[in-house]
């Protein structure tokens, strides 16, 4: 490979030209499809606030598990929130089925959802202050770019992909407990949250530990998915986690966008790698 | 970075990226802060005639800041709030650039407003902050914990921006706009009990406002009626009473807005993110609300705008811009409009009281009235911006210095190894370097300087490192460099030859890293080199060949781990995904994404990993061998814990596996974004004292039996500090449970045994070392220090620290009697807050203080309030007349040595003093009363006075015991008061130095007298004095006497009070008794 040392002015020169080239028109084609990309990903989510198509609509989603069937539910999601919950629950102890529902008058919002949302709305104001009017003087400058676009970016997809580790007392505590009409028994605990593209909804199942029980306390820390035997203390109680049934479905429209946002993401750190390749051609030029 | 030690920088030509995210000007028009997409806060002197110059670079966010904004009442105490990316908090001291809280939550804030009200609120105030999440976050202003949150009832999500209303019609608000462009006001008066009775406080209003991307909302003081919004794509004015529309005005296609703000009634300022900036004049009408139309329709006529100036950028562009407006209507502030750029240029624009349009109505443009970078600082303070290796290539080529692109210490050999962009290697000695750059007479030295130079990369030399510094196992003649052209190159660096040379074809080599201790290949360890083009390459140094290629990343690599156990090399991506490398075989085992992959990067954390490519880390690597240190240090002070020496010794052994902690050390630094990289010089204050110490010691045996004496007498003593430390420690925990009582008790025998050991054990380390020392010649470098390097470095730390050209005969002093070397130009130091926040000063520092600026020739006085300390110290030691006096001995080596030792003794008990932390200092100074009242050293049990004294040990070694003088206890209260009002530690060590030399003239002058007059027997405790007292002519102290007096009176008049001054009476009482003396001797 010849240095850039021993690179003759001509050979300078058509780097030089290469690299105008880069800059005027290849970044701007790679952000103009970058645009477009993520435009078809935040449309997936249906900005609600802007207002001109309306409340956005509203997905029923049928929740089950492929094992048992003790829990079935139906979750409505309109945009980034939960407007009507039916859950049945058929308790073990008796067979009487359980059912649950929200409340008419309140909603409740995926954080997950409105955070992904949030951030890919910023990725796509990054990029239209920089359409085709726009040049850029320096690689230094595209590359700053695409981090920062990137930055939103990657937040997105974790946002949807790692969940909130929560504790149970925060579980507890949380305001979706409070959104059931008939209030939720005091032996459940209620979570939904998102896992990559599907909607997970877990319910426990809790019992009183007697003060006098022999069996060794141990509050549980934090976690996605609490198991059989966790224990936590609420209010003046001591409860331990019976059972927990943990029902999901998958939404369409979430799996796009997590597509979306990788294949954004190659584009990205593909267009850095093209930056990169003159690093050592315009190292010499003043910022 | 630790507290006691002292930094200096050698920046380098080129200055460093800083890329402006964030900017602000302090309330009292006197410092703009910027924050950087590297992490860095940088402060710039603001003068009264709007001149900018940089001042102090302060380190310590990893990312990119997001905002900052003031943090008190700013007369009060001047503290900003800067957060980053990563969700961490700072609050810094903008006039002296420490960092005084910190925190890192897991939010990302974009804008942070502080508010106090100060009849309802107990503390400092709150925090208000919004960013990527919903709602408003109420933090703690001290404590920078969370409060509370404002919560919405409507439509929650997350906060673009908001302003605080603050009137007297009205009560205090908060208005804040949503991503989804919703209008929310929050009552903030009212809320503040049930904010801090945690109940939820919802908002009282909340309205659409049909635009997205909000960026400011302003609410007009002068009114108290319009609201400003700015959109990026428009901007309205809104009705405060009503909410109701009163003009929108759409930019122009192309233009975002990004901000504006209300100049006065009826007048606002737009600025845009190219730069640019509009001021209009909003025009009524005519139409009056009363006929506002029944149906609720907004009335769009009722005012307009009119254009009547306007600001622009003339150069080319680089967006985006930050932009600010400081409004002052008092009489020495100005309006100023002030912008950053990304490429690091702030601009500032002075905005007229009452701006007008020309006169046919077209708008005006208001000029630029200053424009300035950080390379402006750096170009025009050339001297004070030198490289460590800047004069090695300079006399090499005769033109043009070679720029670093990467270097390598080794503190071992106190060896630096700089690699060039013309693919150079310098390997030279370190200290020798850093005198020639910073001393005057160092073009002497430079020529005697030996250094080599490698040759075999053609292109910049990208990354170095030298296995043997990680390693003891491996061959200590070995180093590996890699370059741009993906060559990576083993050297024997005593030979400077090449070894192999491995050619990875991966292009530029980004970091060379190596496999930790527990993790071997065929019984040798690994070298582990990432390349740019995402590979990572595996290389073998004994069979000198490439062991494993791991191409298949898709996105750069962050992090490498291994595991000693299965033999895989763990690799995280910048996408937070992570391969796992089978090292035998080179296949790839696994790929795993999301939250798997952090389980496994989670999960040997034990292991080895580096992240390649951001500054901070390569300064945590350092301060985690120190910290071990660090926590014994502190320990010593605080609980029940193993006698301090024990620990240090203990964890002495435990770094010496890795690298034995010096008292000078080299710390290449490199900046995100560019290969631009400069050098710190860290000089462990304490670390010299200590090794210092005994020198003495080991060195008199030859010498006269006075010196046998003494060397009895500091070793008891030394022994005494250890065993009273040790009670303290007994009694401090009697206070405390009695688990741990009786804990300690159990520990107290094993504490008692390891104390009486100690000493025999450093003096055995010191005997070793001298015997190695004498046998220097040897051509195998010493692992210990060897004495003259540590002399070596002690004076260069004095040269660095003594206020040069204040007083020309006491430079002559210096330079004739420690032997210590002027400074060439004003050095840049550095000031660590704690472990990982550190300020650096930058070239052209000393100019920004206004009162300093025709003073070219005091060299490194770091401002006006040195000379008040050190007049402070003087007037508050008790003149005791009394002249110590010491042998008339020929002044050699050994008292040179002594005086050195001496001042450095006292510099680190300042230190020391000056840092203590607060609730410890309590103890300190409610045990002076004891320490007065009794005076001798029977303690109260629990009572921290023992501290001190062990303090007294320290300093006292050799002393007499009943010679504890009011002269320290004063010292200790003073100093102590310094702390109370934050003086930094380099202005105390600077103005107890430069007292230290006054006072040892002024003895010396009385000494004279005295030896005129009748003889006093006395032993000597000063060193100092007694060096002083051999050399100096009569003739020549006469006009010393004469100087000083000059001196002290035109310091006195011209005082810049900072703080209010303590000894109002006693200030000219040391100028009036060298009066009197120097009229006695004439």
């Keep these: 490979m010849a240095t850039a040392m021993a690179a003759t002015a001509a050979e300078r020169a058509v780097l030089e030209e290469e690299f105008r080239w880069l800059l005027h028109d290849e970044v701007h084609a790679v952000l103009r499809q970058l645009q477009d990309i993520l435009k078809e990903a935040s449309l997936r989510f249906t900005l609600s606030g802007t207002g001109t198509e309306g409340p956005a609509k509203q997905e029923n989603f049928i929740l089950g598990s492929c094992g048992t069937d003790q829990v079935k539910g139906v979750l409505t999601l309109q945009g980034d929130a939960l407007s009507q919950a039916d859950v049945n629950l058929k308790m073990p102890r008796n067979n009487q089925p359980l059912h649950l529902a929200f409340r008419e008058d309140k909603q409740w919002k995926l954080q997950q959802i409105q955070d992904a949302r949030n951030h890919v709305s910023q990725a796509i104001y990054l990029l239209t202050n920089r359409d085709a009017s726009y040049q850029f003087k320096t690689g230094a400058e595209v590359l700053k770019l695409m981090d920062a676009v990137m930055l939103q970016l990657i937040r997105a997809r974790n946002r949807l992909t790692t969940p909130a580790t929560l504790t149970l007392p925060e579980i507890a505590a949380s305001g979706l407990t409070r959104m059931f009409a008939p209030a939720l028994p005091s032996d459940l605990l209620v979570n939904v949250y998102i896992n990559l593209n599907k909607l997970c909804l877990t319910v426990y199942q809790l019992h009183v530990l007697q003060p006098n029980s022999t069996k060794n306390f141990r509050p549980a820390g934090g976690a996605v998915l609490h198991s059989p035997g966790a224990m936590f203390e609420w209010g003046s109680q001591r409860l331990e986690v019976s059972h927990v049934h943990k029902v999901e479905c998958v939404i369409p429209w979430l799996n796009d966008a997590l597509v979306f946002f990788t294949v954004s993401l190659q584009l990205c750190q593909q267009l850095k790698d093209k930056i990169s390749v003159f690093s050592s051609y315009w190292s010499y030029r003043p910022f | ?1082």
């Excluded at chain 2, 609720?296 to 680089?318: A, D, F, W």
């Excluded at chain 2, 905005?351 to 750096?378: A, C, H, M, Y």
């Excluded at chain 2, 030996?450 to 180093?479: A, E, R």
Aim: aromatic share 8%; glycine share 6%; proline share 4%.
């Design chain 2, 1 to 1082: 970075m630790r507290s006691s030690m002292q930094a200096v920088a050698l920046w380098g030509i080129k200055a460093p990226p800083h890329s402006i995210t964030a900017i602000m000007i302090t309330d009292d028009q006197q410092t703009v802060v910027t924050g950087s997409q590297e992490g860095q806060l940088c402060l710039w002197n603001l003068s009264p005639e709007l001149k900018i110059s940089a001042k102090e670079l302060l380190f310590g966010h990893s990312t990119a800041v997001t905002c900052l904004a003031r943090a008190r009442d700013f007369s009060k105490q001047p503290y900003v709030v800067s957060a980053a990316e990563n969700g961490e908090m700072c609050i810094w001291n903008v006039t002296n650039g420490q960092c005084v809280e910190k925190a890192t939550l897991p939010y990302r804030h974009t804008a942070i407003c502080y508010y106090h009200c100060a009849f309802r609120m107990t503390g400092e105030g709150w925090l208000l902050c919004c960013g990527e999440y919903q709602d408003v976050l109420i933090i703690d202003a001290k404590t920078l914990a969370v409060v509370h949150t404002f919560t919405s009832f409507q439509s929650p999500d997350w906060i673009n921006c908001m302003c605080i209303l603050h009137s007297t019609r009205i009560q205090d608000s908060l208005l804040v706009v949503s991503v989804t462009g919703e209008l929310k006001v929050w009552d903030l008066s009212s809320s503040i009990n049930s904010i801090q009775e945690k109940q939820d406080v919802y908002e009282k209003e909340s309205k659409s406002l049909d635009s997205l991307n909000c960026k400011t909302i302003r609410f007009c003081p002068y009114t108290e009626r319009l609201l400003l919004v700015v959109f990026s794509k428009c901007w309205k004015v809104y009705d405060y009473c009503d909410f109701s529309l009163l003009w929108t005005e759409v930019s122009r296609s192309g233009q975002f807005f990004t901000g504006g703000e209300v100049l006065a009634a009826h007048r606002i300022i737009i600025w845009t993110e190219d730069g640019h900036s509009y001021i209009y004049q909003l025009l009524n009408s005519g139409l009056s609300k009363s006929i506002y139309p029944a149906d609720g329709r907004v009335l769009k006529e009722t005012i307009y705008p009119h254009l009547l100036c306007s600001t622009s950028v003339q150069e080319n562009k680089s967006l985006p811009f930050v932009m600010g407006y400081m409004n002052e209507r008092k009489e020495p502030f100005y309006k100023v409009l002030f912008s950053g750029e990304v490429s690091g240029r702030i601009t500032l624009w002075h905005i007229p009281d009452v701006p007008v349009s020309k006169f046919d109505g077209s708008p005006r443009e208001i000029p630029i009235s200053t424009t300035w970078t950080l390379q402006d600082n750096f170009d025009k303070h050339q001297t004070m911006s030198q490289n460590i290796i800047d004069h090695l290539s300079g006399f090499k080529d005769g033109v043009g210095t070679a720029v670093v692109t990467s270097s390598a210490y080794v503190p071992s050999l106190d060896k630096l190894i700089c690699g060039c962009e013309d693919g150079r290697i310098f390997i030279t000695q370190a200290l020798n370097a850093a005198k020639a750059g910073l001393l005057e007479g160092g073009s002497l030295l430079k020529d005697s300087l030996s250094h080599k130079v490698l040759i075999g990369h053609y292109q910049s030399v990208t990354s170095l490192l030298y296995p043997h510094g990680l390693s003891s196992k491996l061959d200590q003649t070995w180093m590996v460099s890699g370059d741009q052209d993906s060559c990576v190159i083993l050297w024997d660096i005593f030979t400077e030859q090449i070894l192999h040379k491995f050619s990875l074809e991966a292009g530029p080599v980004t970091s060379l890293l190596m496999s930790p201790e527990n993790f071997r290949l065929r019984g040798d360890q690994i070298i582990c080199c990432v390349c740019s083009d995402r590979s990572v390459a595996l290389l073998h140094l004994e069979g000198k060949c490439c062991l494993l290629r791991a191409q298949k990343h898709l996105f750069p690599v962050r992090m490498i781990k291994w595991h000693p156990v299965e033999n895989f090399l763990i690799v995280g991506c910048a996408d937070d995904s992570v391969y796992i490398w089978e090292i035998e075989t080179g296949t790839l085992e696994r790929h795993e994404t999301g939250e798997r992959a952090r389980i496994i990067l989670n999960c040997c954390d034990d292991s080895h990993f580096l992240k390649p490519g951001s500054i901070l880390p390569v300064v945590t690597e350092i301060q985690k061998h120190k910290i071990v240190e660090q926590r014994s240090l502190s320990s010593s002070y605080l609980g029940p814990m193993p006698s301090p020496g024990l620990q240090v010794e203990s964890s002495r052994k435990v770094a010496d596996a890795k690298s034995f902690p010096r008292p000078f050390n080299v710390l290449p630094v490199k900046t995100k974004w560019s290969d631009i990289g400069f050098h710190i010089l860290l000089f462990d204050l304490e670390n010299l004292v200590e090794l210092l110490l005994p020198t003495p010691i080991s060195d008199a045996d030859s010498s006269n039996s006075f010196y046998g004496s003494e060397i009895l007498r500091r070793a008891k003593s030394t022994v005494e500090k250890k065993t009273l430390t040790l009670k303290r420690n007994k009694t401090a925990c009697g206070p405390l449970s009695g688990e741990s009582q009786t804990k300690s008790v159990s520990e107290t025998p094993v504490q008692e045994d390891n104390t009486v050991k100690f000493p025999e054990e450093n003096d055995g380390i010191k005997r070793h070392k001298k015997m190695k020392s004498s046998k220097k010649m040897h051509p195998k470098p010493l692992r210990k220090v060897d004495a003259n390097l540590l002399i070596d470095t002690a004076k260069l730390l004095l040269s660095c620290l003594l206020p040069w050209g204040v007083d020309k005969e006491l430079d002559n002093l210096c330079i004739m009697h420690l032997n210590i070397l002027k400074l060439q130009g004003p050095i840049s130091l550095g000031l660590a807050s704690n472990e990982d926040h550190f300020s650096l000063m930058l070239p052209g520092w000393d100019l920004c203080n206004a009162d300093m600026k025709k003073d070219y020739l005091r060299v490194n006085l770091f401002s006006r309030k040195v000379l008040d300390l050190s007049n402070k110290y003087t007037a508050t030691l008790p003149n005791q007349g009394v002249t110590s006096r010491g042998l008339e001995n020929n002044c050699d080596s050994l008292q040179e040595t002594n005086a050195i030792v001496y001042i450095l003794n006292r510099l680190f008990l300042v230190s020391k003093l000056v840092n203590m932390p607060l609730e410890l200092a309590c103890g300190i100074d409610s045990s002076f009363k004891g320490m007065e009242s009794v005076h001798n050293k029977v303690k109260n049990p629990g009572n921290d006075v023992l501290n001190i004294s062990s303090f007294y040990g320290y300093l006292r070694n050799g002393k007499n015991e009943h010679h504890i003088s009011e002269a320290d206890l004063s010292l200790l209260k003073l100093v102590s008061c310094w702390r109370d009002q934050s003086v930094q530690l380099h202005l105390a060590a600077n103005s107890i130095f430069l007292e230290m030399m006054r006072k040892e003239r002024r003895k010396f002058l009385e000494a004279k007298i005295e030896k005129v007059g009748e003889h006093y027997h006395r032993d000597t405790d000063d060193p100092i004095t007694a060096f002083f007292h051999t050399p100096v002519s009569l003739v020549k102290h006469d006009s010393n006497s004469n100087s000083a007096n000059f001196q002290d009176a035109e310091d006195m008049p011209d005082r810049c009070v900072l703080e209010e001054s303590e000894h109002p009476g006693k200030l000219r009482h040391h100028s009036w008794i060298m009066k009197v003396c120097s009229c006695k001797v004439c």
